[in-house]
């Protein structure tokens, strides 16, 4: 029996590194995080294997989100070797300069209420595919933490070992090559770390709900706001807009809901 979370031959009970659900860059800072501390998982539940992998092959795709890269440029987040981040299209140029002033150029306008406005950068050039693995990826351990935390890690290894979540294990470790999973992203003015979970008629993650009426994550980073269904059901997509619609985050600006699928 594999020890870990994902499919591989490695042995999460042995493992070593600190395991980040979000990447640094796309949200996994202290200020910015409410209950759960720094959004890990405990050690045991996934292997230093799938943790290396995970950083080298998928997590950059996610941070190098124009969204994400844009938020990040504005608000001055560094990076973690503290950094500084700019970003720039073909319609603004954001950075800091040598003294920590923040420079606007390009199409940015200021309204009555003193808040800047400018244009969400294009997506045409990112990788949708990896984006699709990486967001499938925070939902799962999302997920994962939560089933730990209020069932125990015996049926962490039940739920990871069976349908739907053992495919998109797989999706997200070693996915086919023609395969792709639907997601949504907004982009949004948030300035905090946003994970709420839906199951059809109420959110109280049993493990009855979680195997029979999960739909899945909505996933709101600084920048961005995610969202993938975990369920075996592809219409579950449309669910998921739904409550994306009737959910209100008090603080976001966001776009219509963009959805990419096959």
């Not at 990486?134 to 933490?145: N, P, R, S, T, W």
């Not at 946003?194 to 600084?222: A, H, Q, R, W």
Request: aromatic letters at 12%.
């Amino acid at each position: 029996m594999s020890y870990c979370i994902y499919p591989c031959n490695g042995d999460a009970r042995h493992s070593k590194s600190k395991y980040h659900i979000q990447p640094f860059s796309a949200g996994n800072q202290t200020q910015l995080l409410s209950p759960v501390s720094e959004y890990t998982l405990p050690n045991g539940l996934v292997c230093d294997k799938c943790n290396n992998y995970f950083g080298k092959e998928i997590e950059h795709h996610l941070t190098n989100h124009p969204f994400i890269k844009q938020y990040n440029a504005f608000y001055n987040r560094k990076t973690r070797k503290n950094k500084k981040q700019a970003f720039s299209s073909d319609k603004i140029k954001i950075y800091q300069s040598g003294k920590g002033l923040l420079i606007l150029e390009g199409e940015i306008t200021v309204n009555e209420d003193g808040g800047i406005r400018m244009p969400i950068p294009s997506t045409n050039s990112i990788n949708h595919k990896m984006i699709s693995r990486a967001i499938h990826k925070i939902a799962y351990e999302c997920l994962i933490l939560d089933v730990f935390n209020k069932h125990g890690i015996e049926n962490v290894l039940k739920v990871s070992k069976s349908e739907p979540y053992s495919s998109i294990a797989r999706y997200i470790r070693k996915p086919n090559r023609d395969e792709f999973r639907p997601y949504g992203v907004q982009a949004s003015g948030a300035k905090r770390v946003v994970y709420t979970s839906f199951c059809l008629g109420n959110n109280d993650m049993s493990l009855e709900k979680i195997f029979n009426e999960y739909i899945g994550y909505i996933l709101g980073f600084p920048g961005a706001r995610f969202s993938c269904t975990l369920s075996s059901d592809s219409n579950n997509i449309k669910k998921m807009i739904d409550e994306i619609n009737k959910y209100e985050f008090k603080d976001y600006l966001t776009t219509p809901t963009i959805i990419y699928k096959p």
